[in-house]
């Protein structure tokens, strides 16, 4: 090789090199993932991205994961890696991870109990034996002087929003405070949604014949069932003018489901939700789409009368399908439980958006209530009515100080109850959206919504679904004699050509 040559040939290995350097320091901060999932599981969402961005300091995660897991578990690692390399990379160098396997490692052991980290028993098939492996599958966030713990990540379905929640508890270290309200004259158990808000925010427990504090920044109120007192009734009208945010959850038919009995509700909270442009009809709203309940029927069995326990559809519990996608509270939700709600008039003369609505298979009964699920109800037969609106926001602007107050209705008295829908995961992140949208804090609402894994099929009417069922039945074989015909046909011509040949 001559010296030209040799030059040229160091000189073009010597760029090479420095472009794949380049390249490789470029592409550890500027990448991109091509990712065809629905909900671009396998993508670090914006949300998380704008929590990432609020990272002043160093945070580092330490995750105890045991290695040569079976199955689900070891992609639970794979993945795991893989989105904590995402966040490193948006954190701007903020945000370190380390693995460590803790198995024959006491310190290791020790230290990852005591951020709260425990061993776990899972099962497994080795050798075609069941075994029984202790294993470690969580991690530890620290910031600064904090600290907060995943103990144990059994899946990867919302693991991304668990760990951008944990990321903004640790930067946001001041959480806001809401309150649960009541009245003199309600009893409601609602516990379980309190233990849950208690995550994320400050829960306090307030009584309405109070004023209510100027740092509440979201009050719930449920299932008002009495009219309030002159003193409840101007706290409430008189936090609102200040700014305040209202969540109430009220109907306007106090139903007992198992007496079958229902009566209207008197009371001035709906006058008052009237001059914010919020009317809830005097009926209760029925829809095809609805939950199912267990009801007793007699039966015969070996000549015997005896009950039996079956489930039919109850028109008086609506599941919601149908969502205003124009607003981020209820955008990406798929299906909220309701029970026994009441249909929502909005006043055009005030600032009200509808949330969301029934299925165009909807009903309305008044006056005289027929709760029973039996199929002698003769309401259930005439669900042919649009869509009822059952939430709405209002929002009320304070002509003297400019101040904005909101307030979001949802028609459902048990919407935040214990013997509701409350724990219902979606009617939960619908909660949960709703106090973050109060609270001007958006971050996590679209975060959230990926993470929802209920995919209801599409319900199909009575008669396009009889029409599929004679397709389904009668396709296969119209194409069974067609094929047959078709090899009939040839055979035929085939005997025609061996028969000019050797006939």
């Known amino acids: 090789m001559s010296t030209q040559n040799k030059k040229s040939f160091f000189i073009y290995i010597s760029i090479v090199a420095a472009i794949l350097v380049i390249f490789n320091i470029v592409s550890r901060n500027w990448f991109f993932r091509l990712d065809l999932t629905d909900n671009k599981m396998y993508s670090l969402s914006n949300s998380s991205k704008t929590v990432l961005g609020k990272l002043d300091d160093l945070m580092t995660l330490k995750v105890y994961f045991s290695t040569n897991l079976p199955g689900e578990y070891g992609n639970n690692r794979r993945y795991l890696q893989d989105i904590l390399e995402e966040y490193a990379a948006y954190s701007d160098g903020n945000l370190k991870f380390e693995f460590f396997e803790p198995k024959n490692n006491e ?38 002087d904090e600290r907060e713990t995943i103990p144990f990540i059994k899946t990867k379905t919302g693991l991304e929003y668990e760990i951008t929640t944990k990321i903004k508890k640790l930067v946001d ?35 309405l014949d109070s004023e209510i504090p100027l740092d509440i920044a979201v009050v719930l109120l449920n299932g008002v ?11 409430i009208e008189d936090y609102i003018k200040r700014g305040g945010n209202l969540l109430i959850a009220q109907n306007r038919i106090n139903v007992d489901i198992q007496t079958q009995q229902a009566a209207p509700i008197v009371s001035n909270i709906f006058d008052l939700l009237t001059n914010y442009g919020l009317n809830i009809k005097e009926n209760l709203v029925l829809d095809k789409n609805c939950s199912r309940v267990t009801m007793q029927i007699p039966t015969s069995f070996l000549g015997m009368r005896v009950m039996q326990s079956v489930q039919k559809e109850y028109p008086f519990l609506p599941v919601i399908e149908h969502f205003n996608k ?178």
Do not use: C
């Open 225 to 235: 069932s009495d009219s309030l007192s002159a003193d409840e009734y101007h706290n």
């Open 326 to 503: 124009d607003e981020i509270i209820v955008n990406g939700l798929e299906q909220l439980l309701t029970f026994f709600p009441s249909e929502i008039i909005l006043d055009s003369l005030h600032s009200t958006t509808p949330l969301f609505r029934t299925s165009n298979r909807s009903a309305s009964m008044k006056e005289f209530y027929n709760l029973s699920p039996n199929e002698t109800n003769n309401s259930f037969s005439q669900l042919n009515e649009k869509g009822k609106i059952i939430s709405a926001h209002s929002k009320v602007v304070n002509d003297e100080t400019g101040l904005i107050g909101q307030i979001i209705l949802i028609s459902d008295s048990k919407f935040f109850a214990d013997d509701g829908f409350a724990t219902n995961p979606e009617n939960y992140i619908f909660i949960l959206n709703t106090v973050d949208y109060l609270l001007g804090d958006e971050e996590l609402i679209d975060l959230r919504s990926r993470e929802i894994t209920s995919r209801p099929l599409e319900k199909l009417e009575e008669e396009e679904r009889s029409r599929w069922k004679w397709i389904n039945i009668l396709l296969p074989s119209i194409l069974v004699v067609v094929f047959g015909f078709i090899r009939l046909k040839r055979e035929n011509s085939r005997a025609k050509v061996l028969e000019e040949i050797y006939g």
């Open 107 to 144: 310190e290791l052991e020790t230290e990852a109990q005591k951020s709260g980290v425990r061993p776990m028993q899972i099962q497994t098939v080795e050798k075609d034996e069941v075994v029984i492996k202790v294993v470690y599958m969580g991690m530890v966030f620290l910031y600064e």
């Open 173 to 207: 270290s001041n959480k806001s405070s809401i309150a649960i309200a009541t009245t003199a004259n309600q009893v409601v158990a609602n516990e379980k949604i309190t233990q849950n808000l208690e995550i994320n925010f400050n829960v306090r427990k307030i009584n």
